[in-house]
């Protein structure tokens, strides 16, 4: 359904990921497989009993494979050790997460000292789960170094600090009200604080440099977005490790970044890359169906629909089953959804899957400015059923709506300026429609360069508008500068559909 500006994942819903691996309990679950016998007695792993039917006695161990013969089969055995070998690394996770929980308590109340206590503990309990080259143990002893460089604040630092956080939240809100530029501002404005305090090799100051590149992003400047994104993963690697939750949601924030400046493939590595470490941890699902869909939208944007359809459809059921905390997911699937039926020019499907998209918007959202772009997607569609005074209403209304929110520079006002320009070139007003269509490419260009299917997708309707205004000549270098475009898009399709989708592994591991 044309080219969206890919927006980063923590501004369009919140991409959640458990801190650590450490914190992610696996359970001791001792349900008896299927088709196995009642438990009658409690066995120990060498194969004796208490020799009653009742319960093992409180210093005694229940096992999963109790059955009614007296010394377990060989698989039973196993079975059992396994499970208390699961229960023991569950304590030892629990123990890790209540550590950290302590520490930043301790941080919180600025007990620096107790704090460093408990960290060096923390640290013991992350080797003896992961050993001591693991990206778990780098990042819990570069916590403690955290901890070492508050401790060395003044009193006036720590209240830098504390007015830092408080210029953070306030950035939160202008994001969440669509004012990218002022959340810009505030952003930087904390990153200079950080950077006075010589605190710019933190956990935390990563976060906020991530929070920086999306706003560049959410303002066209791709390339400044770029360096941020690097230098945010240089940080995280430092402090969290590569296996690390906060790697993995740069990463798909990056996967959008590289799309918007036209290089899908590595797009597709970042994504998947992030999917990988998402699923080792175990995080929760809604980062793995985030990772999916990011996965189809890629393929819709090098235009292999049916690859897509079917990636995101995936996405679409495993988002539906989570419920309410799924609504915003199944949301944005069914946008990309729609606009898959758009470009397979099934638009009376793609009305339909728009406006369900939409309802599910509002109710995750309320009266957000992301609404304010899914309209001007359902005017598109409207322009191709017959409906060419609601679309022209909407876009009308759109623009002026976006460039007070976004500002008139955003990659987001762009899309209400093709929409209602291609309206206009439908209905032969070529002299109004090719100012709107200069205004978007002009502004798609600055962000994605002159390469990118985004500009592609205005130049046929830009000749168009040419022509009819006598303009032949350069009419036909638009289009020629399409047909290359569209050339660099097959190779790259090409590269992305070499394996085939059913290979790919799609639920979680």
């Not at 309990?25 to 120990?44: I, L, Y």
């Not at 929980?101 to 007990?111: C, F, I, P, S, V």
């Not at 945010?232 to 996967?255: F, H, N, P, Q, R």
């Not at 939208?297 to 419920?323: C, N, P, S, T």
């Amino acid at each position: 359904m044309g080219s969206l500006i890919y927006l980063p994942s923590a501004v369009r819903r919140g991409f959640k990921f458990v801190l650590a691996a450490s914190l992610v309990a696996s359970g001791c679950s001792k349900s008896p497989a299927p088709g196995e016998t009642k438990q009658v007695a409690a066995t120990s792993p060498d194969g004796s009993s208490n020799g009653s039917g009742d319960a093992a006695k409180p210093d005694q161990p229940e096992f999963i494979y109790a059955t009614q013969q007296t010394n377990p089969t060989p698989a039973e055995t196993e079975a059992n050790k396994a499970w208390l070998e699961r229960c023991a690394r569950t304590a030892i996770e629990n123990k890790a997460a209540d550590q950290l929980k302590k520490a930043n308590d301790l941080q919180t109340k600025e007990d620096f000292a107790e704090a460093r206590a408990v960290f060096k503990d923390f640290v013991a309990t992350e080797i003896e789960l992961y050993g001591e080259q693991s990206p778990q143990v780098k990042a819990a002893k570069n916590r403690g170094v955290e901890n070492e460089w508050l401790a060395t604040l003044s009193p006036d630092d720590i209240k830098q600090l504390r007015e830092c956080a408080k210029i953070e939240g306030e950035a939160a809100k202008e994001t969440a009200q669509g004012h990218f530029q002022e959340a810009l501002n505030k952003g930087l404005q904390a990153a200079q604080i950080y950077r006075r305090l010589h605190g710019d090799n933190t956990a935390e100051y990563a976060k906020l440099v991530l929070f920086i590149a999306d706003k560049y992003v959410l303002l066209g400047d791709f390339k400044t977005a770029a360096a941020a994104y690097q230098r945010a993963l240089d940080v995280i690697e430092k402090t969290e490790g590569l296996m690390s939750g906060t790697y993995a949601s740069a990463l798909v924030t990056m996967s959008g970044m590289w799309m918007n400046l036209g290089d899908f493939v590595q797009a597709m590595h970042a994504v998947e890359n992030a999917k990988s470490i998402v699923e080792t941890l175990g995080a929760d699902e809604a980062s793995s169906i985030y990772c999916q869909m990011t996965l189809g939208v890629i393929h819709k944007e090098v235009g292999d629909m049916g690859g897509a359809q079917q990636i995101i459809q995936q996405a679409l059921k495993r988002a539906e089953a989570l419920g309410p905390n799924g609504t915003a997911l199944s949301a944005e699937c069914l946008q990309h959804l729609a606009g898959i039926s758009y470009r397979q020019q099934n638009f009376s499907e793609a009305e339909a899957l728009q406006l369900k998209a939409m309802e599910l918007m509002q109710q995750a959202f309320g009266e957000s400015p992301i609404l304010i772009g899914c309209r001007c997607r359902l005017a598109r569609i409207y322009m191709q059923t017959g409906k060419g005074a609601q679309a022209e209403s909407i876009l009308r209304g759109a623009i002026p709506e976006e460039r007070q929110a976004f500002g008139a520079s955003s990659p987001l006002v762009s899309y209400s300026l093709q929409y209602l320009g291609e309206l206009y070139v439908s209905q032969h007003k070529f002299a109004e429609a090719a100012p709107l269509l200069t205004e978007a490419i002009t502004i798609r260009e600055k962000g994605h360069g002159p390469n990118h299917p985004a500009i592609a997708e205005l130049l046929e309707p830009y000749a168009t508008a040419l022509r009819g205004l006598g303009r032949g000549a350069e009419a036909d270098e638009f289009i020629a500068r399409k047909q290359t475009i569209d050339a660099n898009t097959v190779v790259v399709r090409e590269k992305l559909t070499s394996t085939p989708i059913a290979s790919r592994p799609t639920e979680r591991r």
